[in-house]
């Protein structure tokens, strides 16, 4: 069974290139569909299993095929699929793709879901986007007992690794960057206006983490007001008001507010350059801060080149969120040393599991051998031969069949070759009670020189 982990994150291409890149959720079923159809028409791949997690910072995928040599075929034949589905030229998309085949693919999916590898060490976020994305890979009917046996263990690590570590200590959450961003042009965010756009678990996160700042009014902007308003409920206290509005009337209301901070699933962005322009002039060109954590973006990249307008997007939160590196270091050495000892185990599972099929195969030819010797000796019985001479024919015959093919294969054999049957085959031929094998004898058995 050959693993492989294709994608692109935060560490290999600025969001630019990421959103180009990311998956609508609300197709991710048809892409596995896809993906594995495509995958099943690569001649040597069978019964190809496959997950796609897309993130604001990563989109990956993970490949399962049950053929010993398709670790270069799946590698092209992912990429090719990956950079024709987003309708990208192969050659934009090469030079910020990595490839990890086998146990660096097992390595890097546990260091994701414990947050090694996340933008912001240690988070938790990743973990769920992570379980999400195994969820819709089974309900999508692509999973299949490989990559449901990784992530599985994928989950168990990251379990293990935050219960024995201190991974999220010391770290700065994308929704407190947020904060602290905006606080750079506002200096107290409590005298200003800030509205959310979206309703999911990011923009919850910020709301929680601004609403402790107690701004003047908040507000929530989503496609559904029923979301939207139960997310302004939650938030909603004594000290601060918040609403809710649908996001079709963003254009008459965008210039009430100081802060926008957004994160949609939208694929194309829903704030363009005309709807700031005129909120800005209504506003008498005060200035705006607006945070963009979608990927794909929810603004257009023009916007930051306005006057009085701050716009920041998931890279610049980015270099905020390094801070506390040195305090995380124990933790993550910690965290690393655990995460490659259970690599090991894993592959070792897995090649366990690559001796099946032999197994299979080894079993069902010594059933046909058994047959045969049973047949015969059931006839020699029915003509009333000595039962006595039919069991010992019955041994001496199964016997035979036995050894003739390790015997032959010795005798047959030079060099390095023989070299490696010879210590080989008393392991093979230990006696079911452990206390006797052939190397017991100190000899080796007789062979013809070639």
Not at 29 to 54: F, Y
Not at 98 to 121: E, K, N, T, W
Request: hydrophobic letters at 40%; a negative charge; charged letters at 20%.
């Amino acid at each position: 069974m050959k693993l492989l982990t294709l994608g692109i994150n935060h560490h290999t291409a600025p969001v630019a290139i990421r959103e180009k890149v990311a998956f609508d959720p609300e197709y991710l079923q048809d892409a596995l569909h896809d993906l594995r159809q495509h995958l099943a028409g690569v001649s040597s791949i069978a019964l190809p299993e496959t997950t796609i997690l897309s993130t604001c910072n990563r989109t990956e995928v993970y490949c399962a095929a049950n053929d010993p040599d398709s670790e270069s075929i799946l590698h092209t034949a992912t990429f090719d699929w990956l950079a024709k589905s987003q309708q990208l030229a192969p050659s934009s998309l090469e030079p910020h793709i990595y490839s990890l085949p086998q146990s660096d693919a097992v390595r890097h999916a546990f260091r994701v879901a414990c947050g090694l590898d996340s933008m912001v060490i240690g988070e938790t976020q990743i973990l769920g986007q992570m379980k999400d994305a195994v969820r819709t890979a089974n309900d999508a009917g692509v999973l299949g007992t490989y990559l449901n046996q990784l992530f599985q263990k994928t989950f168990a690590v990251a379990k293990e690794v935050r219960g024995s570590t201190e991974i999220g200590a010391h770290s700065i959450s994308m929704a407190a960057a947020s904060v602290r961003l905006a606080e750079r042009i506002f200096e107290r965010i409590s005298e200003q206006r800030v509205l959310f756009i979206g309703a999911g678990d990011m923009i919850t996160l910020c709301a929680t983490h601004f609403v402790a700042r107690k701004p003047k009014s908040t507000a929530i902007a989503n496609r559904t007001i029923e979301r939207g308003q139960e997310l302004a409920d939650s938030i909603s206290s004594q000290d601060v008001e918040a609403e809710s509005f649908k996001l079709s009337d963003l254009p008459n209301r965008l210039h009430e507010f100081d802060i926008i901070v957004s994160s949609t699933a939208s694929s194309l962005p829903i704030i363009g350059l005309g709807m700031v322009e005129s909120a800005l002039k209504q506003r008498r060109h005060k200035p705006m801060v607006m945070i963009d954590l979608a990927v794909p973006r929810d603004f257009e990249p023009e916007i930051s080149r306005l006057n009085d307008i701050y716009l920041y997007t998931v890279d610049d939160l980015g270099v905020m969120i390094q801070t506390g590196a040195s305090l995380r270091q124990a933790a993550v050495s910690q965290a690393e040393a655990i995460i490659e000892d259970r690599v090991g185990n894993f592959m070792h599972w897995l090649h366990g599991r690559n001796a099946v099929p032999l197994i299979q195969d080894i079993q069902q030819q010594g059933e046909r051998l058994r047959q045969i010797e049973l047949e015969r000796a059931m006839k020699r019985l029915m003509r009333g031969d000595d039962p006595h001479e039919v069991l010992n024919a019955l041994a001496q015959g199964l016997t035979n069949k036995f050894l003739h093919g390790s015997l032959h294969a010795l005798q047959h054999s030079n060099g390095a070759e023989r070299d490696a049957l010879i210590k080989i085959l008393p392991k093979l031929f230990t006696s079911h009670s452990g206390n006797q094998s052939v190397a017991d004898h100190q000899q080796t058995p007789k062979h013809e020189d070639n």
